[in-house]
């Protein structure tokens, strides 16, 4: 597609229910990122893959966060037993090439808003 | 482990008139890159302007132009003839070049409003 794009764009889920978000990079990019953007804060990174491999899941908060790409293309973050603290927008970033070279453009989605209640 | 600091949390400016947004930034690494983010209410996160650290010549995309100070690990944008569509939040971000390590590190953003 053009961009990135992501579903859905908004959730409002119960406390303790499991969410799955989803994110379709640009066709082709090989890098793809999760982050987590709190209410008022900057952006902080959760994860990256490059095709299939998770080769960083550094910054996922706890076990209960899990993401996947298992074709190497379209990937899910998936949230279990969800709590008040991980309400925050979810943005899917992809780019072109792998992360390190270059300082490669990473093109971001428009997010997915959680609301935890 | 890689800091970036906005220390204003809000600004304004000005229809047509020029405006700089602050940035400061820690590392221990010689080689990154810096960038500078648009992110409108609608979330998605656009690039404004990038500079690479070992570049000394300032970036500039059009009205958008940076002063980067590597000694003094400074990062400022300057947008000049301002206009309403810059209405935005404005993060500074640092991504360490190579390694292990390439996601972006953000600040915790400057609110800009341009007034008509």
């Known amino acids: 597609g053009a961009g990135v794009s992501q579903s859905p764009r908004y959730k409002v889920a119960k406390r303790g229910q499991d969410v799955a978000l989803r994110c379709d990079p640009i066709?082709?990019?090989?890098?793809l990122f999760w982050y987590q953007q709190a209410l008022g804060q900057g952006p902080e990174f959760l994860t990256y893959f490059q095709n299939e491999a998770q080769l960083d899941k550094s910054g996922l908060p706890s076990d209960r966060f899990f993401a996947e790409r298992p074709e190497g293309s379209v990937s899910t973050l998936k949230i279990q037993r969800t709590q008040q603290e991980d309400s925050a927008v979810y943005l899917c970033a992809s780019s072109l090439r792998d992360r390190g070279l270059g300082g490669n453009t990473i093109y971001f989605g428009e997010g997915s808003w959680l609301t935890v209640v | 482990a890689q800091t970036v600091t906005q220390s204003q949390p809000e600004m304004s400016v000005q229809e047509a008139e020029t405006v700089t947004l602050s940035c400061t930034y820690d590392?221990?690494?010689?080689?990154?890159?810096l960038f500078w983010y648009k992110q409108p209410p609608s979330r998605q996160m656009i690039l404004v302007i990038r500079q690479e650290a070992y570049k000394q010549q300032n970036a500039t995309e059009n009205r958008f132009s940076v002063n980067f100070q590597k000694a003094a690990k400074s990062f400022s944008l300057k947008i000049s003839d301002s206009q309403l569509g810059d209405t935005a939040m404005y993060f500074c971000?640092?991504?360490?070049?190579?390694?292990?390590?390439?996601?972006?590190?953000f600040g915790k953003g400057t609110k800009l409003s341009v007034k008509p």
């Open positions: 971000a640092f991504m360490k070049h190579g390694g292990s390590q390439g996601n972006l590190i």
């Open positions: 590392t221990s690494e010689n080689n990154y890159y």
């Open positions: 066709s082709g990019h090989v890098s």
